[in-house]
């Protein structure tokens, strides 16, 4: 396991960058927000018709222990296709995660082993500390948080705020210069951050656990990001060496950013 924890750690070095300033949530109950399935579809109106994302992340952050800087390559496909690749600066990436449906497999290329028989959800945790499934990361990246949003109700507050609840419990934050753009997001376990925007997507978003037992918080910059291209289906599965070894995620959880080890 100690070589394992070594390759894991490739990525996790220690990052002077200063976190972009928090989003202060508004506090105050706020007054009913007219039109609000009216916002809502208009800020929705993009991400909604996403059906492929790619992107390059640039990530930075903390996760447990570690502090976490590193760039991978993303690319999702719905309702429920991920590739993730953890770039090295030279070499071969430092990990491979697909996943399309049930079926998700973790191939780490320099420690030749390779998670078999779990959910794509259950690698993201115990790889990082990040439990959400492809559909639920596809989303908070391209600025719909929830796969399937569905305005409830809306408030506007005293800070010129608003706030629209989402069926399933989410609720969004905006705020309003020439037209209204979500500034964050509240989602089971987590809260959604959206410094800056590059047209009608996110350029940058921060995602920060509510538990203090997780103890996630990264940034992600946005580029190179492609909509709606054709992607490959075999872009969603690994040729995994023979000489690959199993590892379970007990294992590797403890080599993680939140195991003991």
Same mark, same amino acid.
């Given at each position: 396991?100690?070589?394992?924890?070594?390759? %894991?750690?490739?990525?996790?070095? /220690?990052? =002077?960058?200063?976190? #972009?300033?928090?989003?202060?949530?508004?506090?105050?109950?706020? @007054?009913?927000?007219? *039109?609000?399935?009216? $916002?809502?579809?208009?800020?929705?109106?993009?991400?909604?018709?996403?059906?492929?994302?790619? /992107?390059?992340? =640039?990530?930075?952050?903390?996760?447990?222990?570690?502090? %976490?800087? +590193?760039?991978?390559?993303?690319?999702?496909?719905?309702?429920?296709?991920?590739? %993730?690749?953890?770039?090295?600066?030279?070499?071969?990436?430092?990990?491979? %995660?697909?996943?399309?449906?049930?079926?998700?497999?973790?191939?780490?290329?320099?420690?030749?082993?390779?998670?078999?028989?779990?959910? =794509?959800?259950? $690698?993201? +945790?115990?790889?990082?500390?990040? @439990?959400?499934?492809?559909?639920?990361?596809?989303?908070?990246?391209?600025?719909?948080?929830?796969?399937?949003?569905?305005?409830?109700?809306?408030?506007?507050?005293?800070?010129?705020? /608003?706030? $629209?609840?989402?069926?399933?419990?989410?609720?969004?934050?905006?705020?309003?210069?020439?037209?209204?753009?979500?500034?964050?997001?509240?989602?089971?376990?987590?809260?959604?951050?959206?410094?800056?925007?590059?047209? @009608?997507? #996110?350029?940058?978003?921060?995602?920060?656990?509510?538990?203090? !037992?997780?103890?996630?918080?990264?940034?992600?910059?946005?580029?190179?990001?492609?909509?709606? =291209?054709?992607?490959?289906?075999?872009?969603? !599965?690994?040729?995994?060496?023979? @000489?690959?070894?199993?590892? !379970?995620?007990?294992?590797?959880?403890?080599? +993680?950013?939140?195991?003991? *080890?």
């Amino acid at each position: 396991m100690k070589h394992l924890h070594l390759a %894991l750690c490739i990525a996790c070095v /220690a990052s =002077a960058s200063c976190a #972009p300033k928090r989003f202060t949530v508004p506090t105050d109950p706020g @007054s009913p927000l007219p *039109k609000y399935e009216e $916002i809502h579809a208009q800020v929705a109106a993009t991400c909604r018709g996403v059906r492929t994302l790619t /992107a390059e992340l =640039a990530l930075r952050g903390r996760a447990g222990r570690q502090r %976490l800087r +590193g760039r991978l390559h993303a690319g999702f496909e719905r309702p429920d296709s991920m590739r %993730l690749e953890l770039v090295a600066p030279f070499g071969p990436p430092v990990f491979i %995660l697909t996943s399309r449906g049930t079926t998700a497999v973790l191939l780490l290329t320099r420690e030749d082993r390779v998670v078999r028989g779990e959910s =794509a959800e259950a $690698i993201l +945790g115990a790889l990082t500390g990040v @439990s959400l499934s492809p559909a639920d990361l596809q989303a908070i990246l391209d600025g719909c948080v929830v796969p399937e949003p569905r305005a409830t109700g809306g408030r506007q507050h005293a800070d010129g705020s /608003a706030s $629209i609840d989402l069926a399933g419990g989410a609720r969004l934050y905006l705020r309003r210069a020439d037209t209204w753009q979500v500034r964050a997001a509240r989602r089971a376990g987590w809260q959604v951050e959206y410094p800056a925007w590059e047209g @009608s997507f #996110p350029a940058s978003v921060r995602l920060q656990s509510d538990s203090p !037992s997780v103890q996630v918080d990264v940034t992600a910059t946005l580029t190179q990001i492609e909509t709606n =291209a054709g992607i490959r289906p075999d872009a969603f !599965s690994i040729d995994v060496p023979s @000489s690959a070894r199993p590892l !379970s995620i007990a294992e590797l959880r403890d080599a +993680g950013p939140l195991g003991d *080890k």
